[in-house]
């Protein structure tokens, strides 16, 4: 089976755009998990998504939002970008409780 | 959010000395994970533990859920220079949250 693959891998972006991010879990995974990683706080839970509904949600600003299709498929947003968003995101499809990360998206916001 | 305290921070080791790190948290966890993390990419699961007590290898590498269900250990033996990365542990409660380590930096020395 392929991994969970997260496109695009870089992005480069100013103060107050915003972005899109996507993730395909592996095949057969219905729940897809996403994480900010930063050196200085370490790996922070996002929100989680199980056939197309948030199931949880972490400790972040309405800025932060995602979404789940019908084929598992995810997307997250971030709005009006601040230089702190700058970190590599982090999708994780789930599987018997564990989950499997995909290599990340590195945000750099300029 | 919620962080595991993992220890130690980083280490510096020869190569072919075992390894040994921990994890431990105030609160009981259902499951524990151990991932290893290379630059720029997403963690990558070593061992899955569902059991307290359980002891778990893959290969060079050792890891046990501690009988308290708070903590949890790796080790891995004969490193070599690919072990070379950060470690995390991560714990799974009851309501699958997942919780993750403050992470172990490993460098081995050739």
């Known amino acids: 089976k392929a991994g969970v693959t997260q496109t695009p891998r870089y992005l480069i972006k100013t103060r107050g755009q915003q972005v899109t991010l996507s993730c395909s879990p592996i095949?057969?995974?219905?729940?897809v998990s996403w994480y900010q990683q930063t050196p200085g706080q370490g790996l922070q839970f996002l929100f989680e998504?199980?056939?197309?509904?948030?199931?949880n949600k972490g400790n972040f600003p309405g800025r932060f939002s995602g979404r789940q299709f019908s084929n598992s498929r995810s997307e997250m947003n971030v709005s009006t970008l601040e230089l702190g968003d700058s970190a590599l995101y982090l999708c994780?499809?789930?599987?018997?409780?564990?989950?499997?990360f995909g290599p990340g998206t590195r945000l750099t916001v300029l | 959010g919620q962080q595991l305290n993992q220890s130690p921070q980083s280490m510096f080791i020869q190569e072919g000395e075992d390894v040994s790190m921990n994890c431990t948290s105030s609160?009981?966890?259902?499951?524990w994970l151990w991932y290893k993390q290379d630059p720029g990419e997403g963690p990558v699961l070593l061992i899955a533990?569902?059991?307290?007590?359980e002891l778990t290898s893959n290969g060079r590498l050792t890891a046990q859920f501690g009988i308290t269900r708070k903590d949890s250990f790796l080790n891995i033996s004969a490193s070599i220079p690919s072990d070379v990365g950060i470690y995390f542990c991560?714990?799974?409660?009851?309501?699958?949250?997942?919780?993750f380590g403050t992470g172990t930096r490993l460098t081995v020395i050739p």
């Open positions: 991560a714990g799974l409660t009851g309501a699958n949250n997942l919780f």
């Open positions: 994780a499809s789930t599987d018997a409780l564990v989950q499997f």
């Open positions: 095949s057969g995974h219905r729940s």
């Open positions: 533990l569902y059991k307290a007590g």
């Open positions: 998504y199980f056939s197309e509904t948030q199931r």
């Open positions: 609160s009981i966890f259902n499951t």
